[in-house]
């Protein structure tokens, strides 16, 4: 099958493209604007194969897009690329907007007029796989619910709102002109190659550096951790396997507290990285509680259910184990994320 990955660059993006050049068969289009959060350094051990080509391409430029599609010919578009940061959201919304709204529906179309031209042998095995969030479902609360496929919407944040938007975009493009469609949500992510500006390599690499480790408000919210090779998986058995104009949720079974998130790190790295900076006694002594973001949702939690039960995936990893491979990743990995905090990273972009 011939993947055309949108956002291919980013975190979740890159994990994709490198599971499916190395553990499969298929082939891959990379298509990323390159924003900030795009880095090409997370695909050099995928770069050179032939199962795999880049454009440096931004889904709200319909022409181009356009030529990019019909070139390529794709049997699946899963769509990643996205504005994700929360923090981000709140300070400039506008850019959310237009990539995760605008640029949803630019897409749409590019992909429905591309569709449209297919010979029924492969318009039959066309899917247009949309990659959200469990943000879109808003705040669970202290109670122990979980959300499920059926939720309802009830974003709290600029992000979460333009996602819910292009998450209804998609299912209006599946109902009214029959787009083969398929839409994942998934709990919040952490692994290799994650940009530095979210909560676990933030709090990884301030700890390294001595730096203070903030933690909003009283650090009790709490997220369903999902590894992003777990999700990878999940997304392509999704887009081969899924069902057309099905939703599922992807999630990884393991609750936590950002507080305790936090202490988990600190344990693993006095282990791992015991040698610390001079003025640090215990990693821990470093964090430090900030006043909360506004909008902040207390609690997040998936219902994962249905796609095991439908489709048999299950994440392979847990928090511990998890965790264990990102801290020790992010430890050998250094050049990859010094590239990334000095801005190195940009240089080979075509733009």
């Not at 998450?167 to 398929?182: C, E, M, Y």
Request: glycine share 8%; aromatic share 10%.
């Amino acid at each position: 099958m011939k993947f055309a990955i949108t956002g291919g660059a980013g975190f979740i993006g890159s994990a994709v493209i490198r599971h499916l050049i190395e553990n499969t068969a298929h082939s891959v289009l990379n298509i990323d604007k390159l924003t900030y959060a795009g880095n090409l350094d997370s695909l050099v051990s995928v770069a050179n194969a032939d199962r795999y080509s880049f454009s440096q391409t931004d889904i709200c430029d319909k022409n181009s897009l356009r030529k990019v599609i019909k070139d390529f010919a794709p049997d699946i578009i899963m769509h990643l690329a996205a504005e994700s940061h929360v923090d981000r959201s709140i300070d400039g919304p506008g850019d959310f907007i237009q990539t995760n709204i605008v640029g949803t529906y630019c897409l749409l179309e590019v992909a429905r007029q591309y569709w449209d031209t297919l010979e029924d042998s492969r318009k039959s095995i066309f899917r247009f796989h949309h990659v959200s969030t469990d943000e879109v479902y808003g705040d669970l609360g202290g109670s122990d619910d979980l959300f499920q496929e059926t939720t309802s919407y009830d974003p709290s944040s600029p992000y979460s709102a333009s996602k819910a938007s292009s998450d209804h975009l998609v299912r209006a493009w599946q109902r009214t002109f029959g787009l083969p469609t398929i839409i994942t949500n998934c709990s919040n992510n952490y692994g290799a190659y994650q940009f530095p500006e979210k909560l676990i390599p933030h709090m990884i690499l301030n700890a390294l550096a001595g730096k203070p480790l903030p933690v909003y408000g009283d650090g009790q919210q709490i997220r369903d951790w999902l590894h992003v090779d777990d999700h990878a998986r999940a997304l392509c058995k999704v887009a081969l396997d899924g069902k057309i104009g099905e939703t599922y949720n992807i999630g990884g079974h393991n609750e936590k507290a950002n507080l305790s998130v936090v202490h988990t790190i600190c344990a693993l790295l006095e282990e791992l990285a015991p040698e610390k900076p001079a003025s640090v006694k215990n990693y821990s002594d470093l964090i430090e509680f900030v006043k909360d973001r506004p909008g902040h949702d207390v609690r997040y939690a998936i219902d994962a259910g249905k796609i095991e039960n439908d489709l048999g995936w299950i994440p392979e990893e847990t928090f511990e184990t998890g965790m264990r491979k990102t801290v020790l990743w992010y430890l050998k990995n250094r050049t990859w994320w010094q590239r990334v905090l000095s801005g190195d990273y940009k240089l080979e972009r075509l733009g």
